[in-house]
């Protein structure tokens, strides 16, 4: 990647030692299941962010952007919760849990350049954590994007990461999207165990794409919204006496929400997390049988469970979604955390322009912002580049 390398010499004034890159993702189905233990089943980008990098012998930390903005720079000592300021955090946070679990990490000199539209719901957050520690594990010989395993280790640092030092309270879907998927399949990742099987993901031969509706609506998963969900969550779970959400199986969840019945909040929280793993299982089982409409109806029923239960939609995502149907896609549901960013759709290649159309024609008639569109398509996980 010459544009990050070229941002890291005029900056530094020295040649990177590599560059490294990991991509943005889309989560097929399984949304605000993850720090509930549940299933997801992402797909990591194509779109992906790129670290230029060399060690430095000082213990500092410096980061520049091809996004502008001036050159942070923190000690590794120095690094805590919300330090560095803004995006820096993402970055240092990766060192910083290396640092935490043990490992000899130094300095670095770091050029980002990303092609991961950011704030767009497709986790520009994840794929920056990925990039720099994939850059860290290479340039101080730690191995670990070796194989499945180690990457697993790597993705649940940079969750921590983004956990302690960017103080977003996420779950670890992202980190395992950029460090664990390969290309041609979404990951199955259980959360209760982080266990992934490979789920091949391949609509070509069915005449379908998969487009990305980036509804440019404003998202923050910091904004508090998130954290309100995930804390219902864990009320439900403690009020149930069950660790997590996923100790409730799908065959209880009517005497389940029984017991929920004097607490209208909890009873469509959990309503939608049970819901929304067993819907996992079963998109997995409909993608393995070649059951493309049945993924659409599951994709369509996960859009409604989020919008009218676990609330995390907004008009621009519902907006997306129904001229999405109504142009003839299969499904489409919101991706993401929700409350803006980005919804998908599963579309007769044939249909596209005209679903792309409807879309534009809804937005415009609704006085939004003109969305962006990308047909995504599986790769795989972080890796060095150069
Ligand atoms: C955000 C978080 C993920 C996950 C999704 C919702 O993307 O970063 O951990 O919780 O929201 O599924």
Redesign the pocket.
């Known amino acids: 990647m010459s544009t990050v390398t070229d941002q890291f010499r005029t900056v530094f004034g020295e040649e990177p030692e590599g560059v490294w890159e990991s991509p943005g993702r889309v ?1 097929l189905i ?6 509930n233990n549940g299933l ?1 089943l992402p797909i990591a980008l194509p779109q992906r962010t790129y670290a230029a990098a060399r060690r430095r012998a000082d213990g500092m930390l410096r980061l520049t952007s091809t996004a502008g903005g001036d050159v942070v720079e923190v000690a590794l000592h120095d690094i805590a919760p919300g330090v560095p300021e803004s995006w820096g955090r993402y970055a240092a946070g990766v060192l910083w849990a290396l640092r935490e679990a043990g490992y000899l990490v130094g300095g670095l000199d770091i050029a980002i350049d990303s092609t991961v539209p950011i704030g767009a ?1 497709l ?1 520009s957050s994840a794929a920056l954590e990925g990039a720099v520690a994939a850059a860290a594990s290479d340039l101080f010989g730690l191995g670990l994007l070796a194989d499945d395993s180690t990457r697993a280790t790597l993705a649940s640092l940079c969750q921590k990461a983004e956990n302690v030092i960017a103080e977003a309270p ?5 980190q395992a999207a950029s460090l664990r998927c390969t290309e041609g399949h979404a990951i199955l990742l259980d959360c209760r165990n982080g266990h992934v099987s490979q789920i091949p993901f391949e609509l070509t031969r069915h005449g379908l794409v998969l487009l990305v509706i980036d509804t440019k609506a404003e998202h923050a ?1 910091s904004d508090g919204q ?1 954290g309100k969900r995930r804390a219902a969550c864990e009320r439900a779970a403690a009020l149930l006496g069950v660790a997590s959400l996923r100790d409730v199986p799908y065959s209880h969840l009517g005497q389940t929400l029984h017991k929920l019945e004097h607490d209208p909040e909890l009873f469509t929280r959990v309503q939608h997390v049970v819901s929304e793993i067993q819907r996992v299982r079963d998109t997995v089982e409909a993608l393995e049988a070649g059951e493309l409409a049945e993924v659409g109806l599951l994709f369509t029923a996960s859009h409604l469970s989020l919008r009218d239960d676990f609330e995390v939609s907004c008009e621009e995502l519902d907006a997306a979604v129904d001229a999405a149907l109504e142009a003839g896609a299969l499904g489409a549901r919101m991706t ?2 929700g409350f803006g960013g980005s919804a998908i759709a599963l579309v007769p290649e044939r249909l596209v322009p005209g679903v792309e159309k409807a879309i534009l024609a809804s937005y415009e008639r609704k006085g939004f912002r003109k969305p962006a569109f990308f047909l995504a398509t599986p790769a795989g996980g972080a890796r060095r580049t150069e």
């Open positions: 989560n399984g949304e605000h299941t993850d720090y997801v719901g986790s996420t779950g670890g879907m992202d998963n998130y993401g955390g």
